[in-house]
């Protein structure tokens, strides 16, 4: 069974730029996450979602970031324009149900030089 | 607001050697602790979970946690460290009632050595 995908692994784009992270979850799972880990800091919480619903988006940093999940399955996040506090790892996770174990991918490096 | 706290950004040990990752909580209710480790070039998994019953659980890969309620700690340990322990490990408290939410901490990498 596949786990959770993530592309690109690494993206480099230069401030005022657009970059376009996309999640693919184990199939399935109705519960879609996204965490972001800036550079020698904690992993926060970004948003979940149910299938193409948005649960809980308390964790997003500003009106810049977007994320969508269309038909209920793979999801993207948009970061327009970047700026350079937008650097970091972006992990994305799913589950089966709520209350369930998270599978997480192996995360997408993201440098906003 | 709930935290998590890992004292040690990097751990080195001799292979073979004890391990004990520490792990302290801010959290006004009863937590729900969890464990998780990241190879290089792998996501995070999870070690191990405590949500409530016997405060010493047992996790994947030999490891073992201990919830110290008065303490407010969460600490990891392995009795026989091996060279594919080599990662970084996160210590999470979930204020959602189970795994949706998650605070982690900062990590701590550990090292092993020969």
């Known amino acids: 069974e596949a786990g959770v995908t993530q592309f690109p692994s690494h993206s480099v784009i230069e401030k005022g730029q657009t970059v376009t992270l996309r999640c693919d979850p184990i199939s399935g799972h109705d519960n879609l996450y996204w965490y972001r880990r800036v550079m020698g800091k904690e992993i926060k919480f970004l948003l979940h979602?149910?299938?193409?619903?948005?649960?809980?988006e308390s964790g997003m940093p500003n009106n810049r970031f977007l994320a969508e999940r269309t038909g209920g399955t793979y999801s993207t996040l948009k970061v327009q324009p970047a700026e350079l506090e937008d650097s970091g790892v972006y992990f994305c996770a799913s589950s089966q149900k709520v209350y369930e174990k998270l599978f997480f991918g192996s995360g997408t490096q993201l440098s906003v030089l | 607001a709930q935290s998590v706290t890992q004292p040690d950004i990097h751990i080195t040990v001799s292979e073979g050697a004890s391990l004990e990752l520490r792990c302290n909580y801010s959290y006004g209710a009863t937590p729900y602790l969890f464990w998780y480790v990241q190879s290089p070039g792998q996501g995070l998994q999870l070690l191990l979970k405590y949500f409530s019953g016997d405060t010493l659980v047992q996790g994947i890969k030999g490891f073992e946690a201990e919830f110290k309620r008065s303490q407010s700690s969460f600490n990891l340990r392995k009795p026989s460290v091996h060279w594919s322990d080599a990662a970084e490990y996160f210590c999470?408290?979930?204020?959602?009632?189970?795994?949706?939410?998650?605070?982690f901490g900062t990590g701590t990498k550990l090292q092993v050595i020969p």
């Open positions: 999470a408290v979930d204020h959602s009632g189970g795994y949706q939410k998650v605070t």
């Open positions: 979602f149910v299938k193409e619903s948005k649960q809980d």
